[in-house]
């Protein structure tokens, strides 16, 4: 079992700033990629930014400049978000590409936070 325990959401004024964690445990025998996906009201889930094991990253259109993915050896992931504005309102969620100690490739959801910006 693996599982994911997210954090670090809330309640931000516009222009403000947020930093998510996502902390991985279970049975690791080692993680791939790790991303963060956000899902507004009424709306596809879709990906925020992602981070290789190498450290390679990319981020939606909409984020760029404003949010930083991170992840350290710890099997924990960080999103810092800045310049905050209303349309990043959504339920994030952190996904985890992780090798079991089974040797099986699966990804792993986490249980989402809430992110709501006021105007």
């Known amino acids: 079992q693996v599982q994911l325990v997210e954090s670090g959401g809330g309640l931000v004024q516009a222009g403000g700033s947020l930093r998510l964690s996502c902390a991985a445990s279970?049975?690791?025998?080692?993680?791939?990629?790790m991303g963060w996906y956000r899902q507004a009201p009424g709306k596809q889930r879709e990906l925020v930014a992602r981070?290789?094991?190498?450290?390679?990253t990319n981020y939606a259109d909409s984020v760029k400049g404003r949010f930083t993915i991170s992840r350290d050896n710890a099997k924990n992931m960080y999103l810092q978000m800045s310049g905050l504005k209303p349309e990043d309102t959504a339920v994030y969620y952190c996904?985890?590409?992780?090798?079991?100690?089974?040797?099986?490739?699966?990804?792993?959801w986490g249980q989402g936070t809430q992110v709501t910006v006021s105007s």
């Open positions: 279970g049975s690791i025998f080692s993680i791939d990629a």
């Open positions: 981070i290789t094991s190498g450290g390679n």
């Open positions: 996904n985890v590409q992780v090798l079991t100690t089974s040797r099986t490739m699966y990804p792993y």
